[in-house]
């Protein structure tokens, strides 16, 4: 996946940036030396307290999230002490306006996303159809490895038991054999997206249909819903 808490923009990133960075504190020994209060103050919570995270070497593979409620202006962050540690700011978003939206530098997929609402039990049920094409053919015939995410409307949880069904389903009957893996919702952990990995997405259209479940009621769901596919290996 890429821009995910806790990592760098893609797998791979993640993975090389991890091992170079233990290899480094392994050979500059901040773990013995690591002690670090970092205080990070927005400019959107002026009059609030600002949020103080102590880094020790006991705590050094902790994470810590701190919540900015107004989402303006700058962040001020200051560090003091001895030692290493990574920030990271997540951002996110939505574009309603197609003029609006990055556009990428190839026109690389054709994705097509639709949701079917069941006509009983107040749209207790949806399900949701993916259609995914490759069309970049100068490059190759098919696509490296993809990945497709897929927001989940507020009020709704794909369970990980119905999304890994759907995968099944979709190798069985051949609609989409390339379909590998999925992550989303757990229990009482609601994912805010589902994510699909797919070996490769052929040239012609596939599709496949996985299942969400309300799980509580939301008055004016909005229309608009994000949806990303990219290859796992390109930028």
């Not at 209060?37 to 919570?45: D, L, M, Q």
């Not at 995410?149 to 507020?154: G, L, R």
């Not at 709704?156 to 051949?174: C, G, M, N, P, W």
Request: with cysteine; proline share 4%; charged share 20%.
């Amino acid at each position: 996946m890429r821009m995910h808490d806790g990592g760098f923009i893609s797998t791979v990133d993640t993975l090389v940036a991890l091992q170079a960075l233990t290899e480094y504190s392994y050979r500059a020994r901040l773990r013995d030396i690591t002690d670090m209060r970092v205080n990070v103050e927005a400019t959107g919570e002026i009059g609030r307290a600002s949020h103080s995270v102590v880094i020790s070497n006991t705590s050094v593979s902790k994470m810590n999230l701190i919540p900015i409620q107004n989402v303006w202006g700058l962040v001020n962050v200051v560090a003091h002490g001895a030692g290493q540690a990574i920030l990271q700011l997540d951002v996110s978003y939505g574009v309603d306006w197609t003029p609006l939206k990055k556009q990428p530098p190839v026109d690389a997929f054709e994705l097509e996303v639709r949701e079917f609402y069941t006509p009983f039990g107040n749209k207790s049920h949806c399900n949701i159809k993916v259609c995914a094409r490759w069309i970049n053919y100068k490059e190759a015939e098919q696509s490296s490895a993809t990945v497709i995410e897929i927001e989940v409307p507020t009020g709704y949880v794909a369970f990980q038991i119905d999304l890994e069904r759907s995968i099944h389903e979709a190798q069985i009957t051949k609609t989409f054999p390339s379909l590998r893996d999925v992550i989303g919702g757990h229990g009482d952990v609601f994912a805010k997206k589902t994510v699909w990995f797919f070996d490769y997405i052929p040239s012609n259209k596939s599709c496949f249909t996985y299942l969400m479940k309300r799980w509580y009621p939301v008055a004016n769901l909005t229309n608009v819903r994000m949806a990303t596919i990219y290859e796992l290996y390109q930028p």
